[in-house]
């Protein structure tokens, strides 16, 4: 018996009956999401929906439709009104038709036990957060995702994959101070709800009661929270083949950009990695080494920028990519060899810095970001941490962060890192950085 | 639509909930954009089906699904409550709701054009030939524009007795043009940065003229690249009345958000500066300063009849010459802090829990000019158009870029400068607010990307705004 998914694109490509090219994605979804604060559960969803996408090419006229509608007539009247759009349209020169036939892995990113979790086990990884720090304050969530995609084209491309997500993410407060814990697996049964709130816990407390310190240039170390921003924002808007071909990236392929000790690449067969192996156009995902021990090496693309660029899709498109460009989802960091401590103890006067917030790019080309720290920063002298200290305000290019020279150190225990760009994209390590330019304090 | 409404509350009810409502819906969107005289995306969405909320002692269950079959809805109405009852394990205070009037009742977005009437090719060309004179200016390497459109139906059902049905209709768009020096990239939009958007038809669009303002954006995003840096210090700061409506979105609108104040967004949004125990005497800004959230207000965007608990717009004070006086509510969290609901929970679509959301949050207007303000500044600095934006997780600390400023002396304007930014604690920024323009330049700026919540929300807020000046300000930050 065929995957109901892929029975539906190809109903879908029926009602089309050769009148235009086209692709169908099906994408089932059944998430929950257990949401606390205040050391209790207030807000707990579910869901569970199908979605439709078609996109049809008529002599290089192209339109896409959405539809949450599944059934016989709506599924008629998604086909019969994405033709009528695709008439009116343009022809579009770049148009780089659909995906050719093509393996896709293996991957085992699904979990049964994840698929079905309750909004009982959920909660019970809740208490042990909230339990781990008795006298603070809890909030964060819990959550399970699963999704079931097909994909089909009138290329004889096909490909189905399923995939599941867990996260626990929060934080324990003070009156003062505020400290975060985060773990994300493809398992529900991965992530430990108690260890990651003592984690939170254990920030929180240290960082009670902070005093305020003068902005300037500091040496720092940075948790994986803030290199999985940093790593995420290089990816979006630097190798992002789209922002590149149009001049507002800071890559230089071949060229020493970063610091020898840095290495980034993209791959959704590493066994640790999320999400399924095709990209929004049915390519597949392929491994990809954006930065080599410093030398920027290659740009993600989707089948628009490869195409203007003269090359293969790298299976990178994400839905709007028209508009954002291809992204990069299964993101890794090389970790190094020192664990987060002898990072600090290399520090003769810095900041240790657990995330970042609300970042935000002045510039894409220069990749200066402004943003702010968050829940624990510390003040590290002659090795040590000696006092919290106030959040403070950075406005820092992040190229010129990781500069040939300014990688100090990198942490060896790399995980799934919270970012701006949402959970499980960025596996990521500590850091250590020569400077970071902290702009003002909490007061001004 | 109102009978799977219904029957998903009955479900609830049968189940345990002590309240439940239902949100059946449909959502229809249509987004277009254009690139360097090209057409680069023309899509339409159509997302229905059916949310369900129900409450058991502390905690909200919600379930949604796109399943519109009654079978469907009466699962929906039973797991939204037994999600609830999950929660019990991690229990806290009861929540109770605020009394609403119950209404049966249907609103509708007035509006003179159907957007989804309007012909494809008609969008299509306005884009495309926008993005071409963009694009004739020497200079310009990426000329964008986009046009987006939302019809939303609601149908509202709660176990006290509501039935509400409404009709939305929203629609907005803008363009932008960017140049590049060896080093940076500079770019000006229309009507501001991320478009401009407001309840109605089509007619929103043709109020832009897009192709008269085309040249113009075109030339100042080439002029950028060249201008000097603005240059750092303290100084007087005019701000263009967009970016008045970004400042007051981050440092008013989410700060008097009361879900934040009550810490429900603490690990993710954040919380708030704000304390309830200083509701009514906290100094929040200049006497100038009048801030009120109004859903009522014709055209803006976050306007209409009910809100997604059933509660009808209305208009609420948030800060009275300077002094804190309201927040920003729903029904449960009115209940704790003793205040009435102000009616500004909403969700994004059918399949996420409504939540405490900006409704359309602005100044009321002072009796000054842009001129006016420009004429009587010996040495500052006018900004316009936002271009980047950061805040603390208690809504204090902030920093914004804006897309070009002008510097200005002895009250006239004098050069274009680059990569402008300024810097504030928001009472203290709000503090030095010493002119405020009037009702003629007062917009109504709508912005359709506010996002809040877990799983994300997005939200569509609005923002009354008139130009607005500041004296002691720190500009020019840059790393």
Partial sequence: MNDPRTDLCERVLGLVDGRAEA???????????????????????????????????????????????????????????????????????????????????????????TDDASPSARAAQVRAFVDAGPGLRAAGYVDSESAAVAFASTTGHTATARATRATVDGIHQSDTSAGKGHATSVRLSDIDGATTGAIAADLATRGAAPTDIEPGHYQVVLAPECVATIAVFLSAYGFNAKEYLE???????????????????????????????????????????????????????????????????????????????????????????????????????????????????????????????????????KGAIVRPVTNLRFTQSFVEALAPGSVLGVGSAARFADCEFGVGVVHAPAMRLAAWNFTGGARG | MFDFAQRAVEAALAAGATYADARAMVTREESLEA????????????????????????????????????????????????TAQASATVAGPDLVLADVPVRQDHYETPHAEDPFAIALSEKADLLVGVTETMQAVDGVAVARAGLSFWDTEKFFVSSQGHRISQHLVEAGGGMDATSMSETESQRR???????????????????????GNAGRVAEEAVALVTAPECPAGETTLI?????????????????????????????????????????????????????????????????????????????VDIVREGIWVGVLSGRDSAHIAGLPPGGMVRGDGFN??????????????????????????????????????????????????????????????????????????????WGTLDMLGGPAETIPWGLPNCGKGQPMQTGHTGHMAPPARFVGVRVGVRG
């Avoid at chain 2, 379930?63 to 037994?82: K, P, Q, V, W």
């Avoid at chain 2, 002072?366 to 500052?380: H, P, V």
Wanted: proline share 5%.
């Fill in chain 1, 23 to 113: 692709a169908v994605m099906v994408t089932s979804v059944r998430t929950g999401l257990t949401r606390f604060a205040n050391s209790f559960v207030h807000q707990h969803v579910g869901e569970e929906t199908v979605a439709v996408s078609l996109k049809v090419a008529n002599e290089g006229r192209v339109a896409a439709a959405e539809s949450t509608r599944v059934g016989d007539d709506a599924l008629l009247a998604l086909v019969e009104s994405t033709l009528e759009i695709c008439k009116l349209r343009p022809v579009d020169e770049d148009w780089p038709g659909f995906a050719p036939p093509d393996d896709v892995s293996d991957v085992a990113h699904h979990d049964p036990a």
């Fill in chain 1, 247 to 381: 001049g507002q990236s800071f890559v230089d392929l071949d060229t020493q950009q970063f610091d020898p000790a840095f290495s980034m690449w993209d791959d959704v067969t590493d066994s640790r990695a999320l999400g399924i192996p095709f990209d929004t156009e049915g390519t597949p995902k392929r491994p990809l080494e954006m930065v080599r021990d410093g030398v920027s090496t290659a740009l993600v693309h989707d089948r628009r920028t490869a195409r203007k660029s003269g090359v293969d899709s790298t299976g990178h498109a994400i839905p709007g990519g028209e508009v954002w460009g291809p992204f990069p989802s299964n993101v890794f960091v090389a970790p190094g060899g020192q664990s987060v401590d002898e990072l600090v103890a290399d520090v003769d006067r810095g900041l240790l810095v657990t995330e970042f917030n609300y970042c935000r790019v002045l510039d894409p080309k220069t990749q200066v970001v402004t943003g702010l720290t968050r829940n624990g920063t510390f003040l590290v002298e």
């Fill in chain 2, 35 to 82: 690139r360097n005289g090209s057409l680069e995306s023309a899509e339409r969405s159509e997302r229905a089906g059916l949310g369900v909320r129900a409450l058991i002692g502390s905690s909200w269950g919600f379930f949604a699904t796109n399943d519109l079959t009654d079978a469907a809805a009466t699962r929906a109405g039973e797991t939204a409550a037994h």
């Fill in chain 2, 189 to 211: 939009s229309y009507p501001q940065s991320f478009g401009h958007f407001e309840t109605g038809g089509y007619e929103v669009v043709r109020r832009f003229d897009l192709p």
């Fill in chain 2, 239 to 315: 701000l263009e009345s967009s970016q008045v409506a970004l400042q007051i979105h981050e440092s008013v609108g989410h700060a008097t958000e009361l879900d934040r104040i009550l810490g429900w967004e603490a690990a993710f949004a954040g919380t708030s500066f704000l304390d309830l125990a200083q509701l009514g005497t906290l100094t929040y800004g200049s006497p100038l300063m009048n801030i009120v959230a109004d859903a009522t207000l014709p055209r803006a965007l976050a306007t209409f009849g009910y809100d997604d608990e059933g509660t009808p717009a209305q208009r």
């Fill in chain 2, 352 to 429: 996420r829990l409504p939540m405490v959301r900006m409704t359309n949050v602005g100044l009321v207007p002072g009796d000054s000019s842009l001129d006016e303000m420009i004429a009587a500044t010996d040495d500052g600095v006018y900004m316009a158009t936002n271009r980047s934006w950061s805040i603390d997780d208690k809504r204090l600390n902030f920093q914004f870029g804006t897309e070009v400023a002008w510097e200005i002396k002895n009250g006239k304007l004098g050069r274009m400068l680059r990569n402008p930014t300024y810097t504030g604690i928001t009472p203290q920024f």
